[in-house]
């Protein structure tokens, strides 16, 4: 049976993680992992590999099934993101994900969009068939406006005119570019990055990141970025956790640009001082 | 999510002409797919055409209550159209956000172009890039051929970079492991074989045959084929989707540039596997179709082992088990080339190595039967 719990503070969350633990082989990767994705965020899961950024994200967004916790999502948020309702003059309830049955779950996924690492395009299918396919799967516009709301992700990402290429025929920065665009497609209130910058160069990176502010200014949507680009996570984050490999917990919280000076622990200040711009 | 009562306005929307303003009101919930106006690009298109005095489209949104990408493709639809005819849009009535989206979508240009082609071609077409396709894959063969000679001739020289417990861990999948399935196959192949047989010889008294048959039958030809046939289903598709995956991860360029040959370091175990394990995988196989053979007899016919076995003794010679291992030698080298070569020549997409797999198992199985019937006559000319 599912369960929810009612918030009616003035908090804005959207997602709320609650006593997280997940582990790999019987290796312990996190445990007790606690926070919450404010409305509009750029929320960045930050820490060095192997913390176990992307297997968080991965439970998060219900790939992989937690050892113990829950992720929580603010319900009917889909249609409170589209009448642009603030959710801190609202009441709040939270439906969790992994104690839901298969169809709430399905109905909850509506709700996020998610970019993998390496994109994960399907190579045998056009770009524009790419950002199409799950609105011509779940949706009953016509195939023309299907056609049309494809191009015009495409063209958000910068890539009008690219819709008949294949995966295989453009750069990586380009394939990111379109596996945000196939994020978006439904028009999800919650967008899952990860890594977006892994591997680009410098300008590319930028550009991407003045992509992601412009999007989340523009459709309002909220953002869970899994990273550790210092360059990326102090041009977009507006809020944080930093995951320990040793502590297996997470070791701050909060605005990195505060964190760098202010964060108790030495170890995440010398991390983010490393990109910190003077 | 709980489910929320459904308080949703129909899209609407309604185009009024004001003098040289046409104003196009909107309201509702545009999230809808299913109510969806699709019409609305089209209706828009005709009264702009009709009214040549159209100056300015104003577009009110202050009564939609809700709305998503569907409704931002028509207002770029709108200014296309608007460009077209040489007429202002008046967004001042519009969502901040929606023009936001708008300046991004339309302030990017069109970088390259590709018209879509489809997917139809002419018969004409399709016989065509076929025959060039096929001519290609044979070069493709023959110079991969040429690299495993060189390859083979390096092995020789004692100059050939590949690991030897690759060979032997490739003698265990081939070999070893797939005991089970040869073993069900060919028993099975010589109790069918054995079983018609009967039905046959029985009518002329000549039971006893039956061993002939079945014995001749296993050795010179089908235990070796049906090895074969089993052999390019489960290792040489192996091989491809090994290989195939290799490509497509990149690991094959990293041999090359380390300087290692991946014709040596790949495809030379796997082959040498192969044709070790391929004649004495038919040896078993041919025992197994014997005994399958010796199961009908002996429930059927009423035939002893001992009389079976003694019939098959005398009427099996070296020459059959010779012809026998020859073939098998020649198929276990077929199976691991179109295997080792289709891996090798895939293409970078996941669909490729699917494509590759079942290319090789085709391939083998084909080049099998017709090496088969090629080797029968030659034998048969040779009065081997």
Redesign the interface.
Same mark, same amino acid.
């Given at each position: 049976m599912s369960r =929810?719990f009612h918030k009616t503070d003035d908090s804005s969350a959207v997602i709320i993680v609650e006593d997280m633990g997940m582990s790999y082989d019987g290796q312990i990767i996190q445990r007790d992992l606690n926070f919450a994705v404010n409305q509009h965020d750029i929320f960045i899961i930050m820490g060095n590999s192997g913390s176990g950024k992307s297997t968080l994200m991965r439970a998060m967004t219900g790939l992989n099934r937690p050892d113990t916790g829950d992720v929580y @999502?603010s319900? &009917?948020f @889909? !249609?409170r993101h589209?009448?642009n309702v603030d959710l801190r003059t609202v009441e709040k =309830?939270y439906?969790g994900y992994w104690q839901s049955g298969e169809a +709430?779950r399905h109905? +909850?996924m509506s709700q996020f969009g998610v970019m993998f690492q390496n994109g994960a395009l399907f190579?045998?299918m056009t770009l524009l068939e790419n950002v199409s396919l799950r609105l011509v799967e779940t =949706?009953? %516009?016509?195939p $023309? $406006?299907i056609r049309?709301?494809a191009? *015009?992700?495409l063209? *958000?990402v #910068? *890539?009008? #005119? %690219? !819709?008949? @290429?294949y995966p295989?025929e453009i750069s990586g920065g380009m394939q990111k570019r379109v596996s945000i665009a196939r994020a +978006?497609a439904m &028009?999800p209130p919650i967008l899952f990055f990860d890594e977006p910058s892994a591997g680009l160069d410098p300008v590319s990176s930028k550009q991407l990141d003045d992509l992601l502010l !412009?999007l989340r &200014?523009? +459709? #309002?949507v909220t953002m869970v970025v899994v990273t550790h680009e210092l360059e990326s996570i102090f041009a977009i984050a507006n809020n944080s956790i930093f995951l320990d490999h040793g502590e297996k917990t997470v070791i701050a919280h909060g605005d990195p640009k505060k964190l760098v000076n202010e964060c108790e622990n030495e170890q995440v200040r010398a991390f983010l001082s490393r990109g910190k711009k003077s | 999510m709980s489910q929320a009562v459904s308080t949703k306005l129909k899209p609407q929307y309604l185009s009024q002409l004001k003098g040289s303003v046409l104003l196009l009101q909107l309201s509702g919930d545009w999230t809808c797919d299913i109510q969806f106006p699709d019409d609305i690009d089209a209706e828009l298109q005709n009264t702009l055409c009709a009214h040549q005095e159209i100056d300015i489209v104003q577009v009110d949104m202050t009564q939609v209550t809700a709305w998503n990408s569907a409704l931002l493709t028509s207002i770029v639809s709108l200014n296309d159209l608007c460009k077209k005819h040489d007429v202002s849009i008046d967004t001042a009535l519009m969502p901040d956000e929606m023009i936001r989206l708008l300046k991004l979508a339309l302030n990017v240009e069109a970088r390259d172009s590709r018209k879509y082609t489809g997917k139809r071609s002419t018969f004409l077409f399709t016989v065509g890039s076929n025959a060039i396709n096929a001519v290609a894959e044979v070069g493709e063969v023959i110079a991969f051929l040429r690299n495993v000679f060189h390859a083979s001739m390096n092995m020789l020289r004692g100059r050939a970079v590949y690991r030897s417990s690759d060979t032997w861990l490739v003698m265990q999948q081939t070999g070893a492991e797939a005991l089970p399935i040869v073993s069900l196959l060919n028993f099975l192949v010589g109790a069918i074989l054995g079983y018609i047989g009967a039905m046959q010889l029985e009518k002329f008294g000549a039971e006893i045959y039956i061993g002939d048959m079945v014995g001749v039958a296993m050795t010179r030809e089908i235990a070796a084929i049906i090895t074969a046939i089993i052999m390019a289903g489960r290792s040489g598709a192996a091989f491809a989707a090994q290989l195939g995956t290799m490509k497509v991860n990149e690991e094959i360029d990293a041999l090359k540039s380390m300087g290692l040959s991946p014709i040596e370091f790949l495809v030379l175990p796997r082959m040498i596997g192969m044709m070790l394990m391929m004649p004495l995988l038919s040896v078993y196989a041919i025992f197994m179709g014997v005994f399958g053979g010796a199961l009908v007899a002996f429930a059927v016919l009423n035939i002893t082992l001992e009389q079976y076995l003694d019939v098959v003794m005398k009427a099996v010679t070296l020459n059959d088990l010779f012809v026998g291992i020859t073939m098998s030698v020649v198929f276990g080298a077929i199976v691991a080339v179109i295997g080792c070569q289709k891996g090798m020549s895939c293409g970078k997409t996941a669909e490729a190595v699917g494509a590759s797999t079942t290319s090789a198992v085709v391939t083998a199985t084909v080049i099998i039967f017709v090496s088969a019937a090629i080797m029968t006559v030659l034998f048969g000319v040779l009065g081997i």
């Open positions: =929810t @999502y319900c &009917d @889909y !249609e589209n009448n =309830t439906q +709430m109905n +909850m190579s045998s =949706t009953h %516009f016509s $023309r $406006r049309k709301i191009a *015009l992700k063209a *958000l #910068g *890539l009008k #005119g %690219f !819709e008949h @290429y295989s +978006m &028009d !412009e &200014d523009s +459709m #309002g | -």
